[in-house]
């Protein structure tokens, strides 16, 4: 059977990848972040800028690390709704706390569900506030 003259072939409809092609949406928060991971010090003042406003728990925890601000990661508690929201807020409360095995210990196992959470990266790979 040939495929032009499948039952199917004479209802489906023809697709063109520029004229069908779906909006990607603008993340501004994972940009933002992704900036900040980068060594943008711009990036960093607008993190904390942004969190006295936002309900992004993974903006709230790169504030609360940047800022040293107690309460940004609180919010990010509050806000916290997934397991892996839940796990960043473990790890920067781990790394404030100056608590390096800790952190190894969540560390390992945040990334090894969530391989692609370079904001885990980030805070692992950041130095431990000195007591």
Same mark, same amino acid.
């Given at each position: 059977?040939?495929?032009?003259?499948?039952?199917?072939?004479? /209802?489906? /409809? @023809?697709v063109s990848g520029s004229a069908h092609r779906a909006p990607v949406p603008d993340d501004n928060t994972t940009l933002l972040l992704h900036r900040l991971i980068g060594g943008d !010090? %711009?990036?960093a003042a607008e993190v904390v800028h942004r969190a006295t406003s936002s309900v992004s728990p993974s903006l709230l925890v790169a504030a609360a690390l940047v800022d040293r601000e107690p309460r940004f990661l609180l919010?990010?508690?509050?806000l916290a709704t997934t397991t /892996?929201? /839940?796990? %960043?807020?473990a790890l920067a409360d781990a790394h404030l706390r100056g608590d390096a095995d800790r952190l190894d210990a969540l560390v390992r196992d945040h %990334?090894?569900?969530?391989?692609?959470? %370079? !904001?885990?990266?980030? @805070?692992?790979?950041r130095d431990l506030p000195r007591p």
């Open positions: 059977m040939c495929p032009a003259s499948a039952p199917s072939a004479h /209802r489906q /409809r @023809i !010090l %711009l990036a919010q990010a508690a509050a /892996r929201d /839940r796990q %960043l807020v %990334l090894s569900e969530h391989p692609d959470n %370079l !904001l885990a990266s980030w @805070i692992a790979g």
